[in-house]
């Protein structure tokens, strides 16, 4: 079945650091690609995403490229901020075109970034 | 526009006992997926609604179920609870059609 593996955690950097948190897919298709973020006490919160090969999704500084020669989707930021401290998730979802939101989580990775 | 908001946020039941949560999705959005979300590990899909039929289960036992109503507010029940029942509850709703779904603050279900 489909499944989604995330670099094992807890990361922990300091303010202003580069971040990369590694996310590999075993998928059938041509699945969407998501990283999705979660802050302490809240629900999910889409960060960025990808719907097909070699796209790149950023948002807020944050950036992943979907990659299906290597079947990766890593997240990366220049520049971390305390604020960024969170639990993020790589999720695929694998319905195309017409039924999307059955999504495949990884098993998050948690950053904590120190000033 | 509002969110997706959900009810209760917190809840214990006892082993045995029947639960049913809430979910009223976005404004707009004809599709509801439900999640459980283990402590420490990621969500993992239980059903998604579309106009008020299931629409694709995960790997969870027929005692989870649910409805969507005309509003497209939904409800997850949970039968017969066990102590693993424990999570966090997550509702997302999205368009059937789109690519990003929107995630409520979840609840909080101990099951003791």
């Known amino acids: 079945g489909d499944s989604v593996t995330q670099m094992e955690g807890p990361v922990t950097l300091s303010e202003e650091a580069f971040l990369t948190i590694n996310c590999t897919y075993t998928?059938?298709?041509?699945?969407?690609l998501f990283w999705y973020v979660q802050y302490p006490g809240e629900g999910l919160q889409l960060l960025l995403k990808?719907?097909?090969?070699?796209d790149k999704g950023s948002n807020k500084g944050f950036e992943a490229t979907y990659r299906k020669e290597t079947t990766s989707f890593h997240l990366e930021k220049g520049s971390v901020q305390v604020s960024d401290s969170a639990v993020y998730f790589c999720?695929?979802?694998?319905?195309?075109?017409?039924?999307?939101?059955?999504?495949?989580f990884g098993q998050g990775t948690i950053l904590t970034v120190h000033p | 526009e509002t969110g997706v908001t959900q009810s209760p946020t917190h809840l214990i039941k006892t082993r045995g006992q029947q639960v049913t949560l809430r979910c009223s999705s976005q404004?707009?959005?004809?599709?509801v997926s439900w999640y459980q979300q283990a402590l420490g590990q990621g969500p993992q899909f239980i059903f998604q609604?579309?106009?008020?039929?299931?629409?694709g289960r995960g790997n969870f036992p027929p005692r989870f179920s649910g409805l969507q109503f005309p509003n497209y507010s939904s409800e997850l029940n949970v039968n017969a609870l066990e102590l693993d029942d424990s999570a966090l509850y997550l509702c997302?709703?999205?368009?059937?059609?789109?690519?990003?779904?929107?995630f409520g603050q979840g609840t909080r279900l101990t099951v003791v």
């Open positions: 997302a709703s999205s368009r059937i059609e789109a690519t990003e779904a929107f």
């Open positions: 990808a719907t097909k090969a070699d």
């Open positions: 999720a695929l979802d694998k319905a195309g075109g017409t039924s999307y939101g059955k999504l495949t």
């Open positions: 404004s707009g959005h004809n599709t």
């Open positions: 609604y579309y106009r008020e039929e299931e629409n």
């Open positions: 998928a059938t298709g041509y699945p969407s």
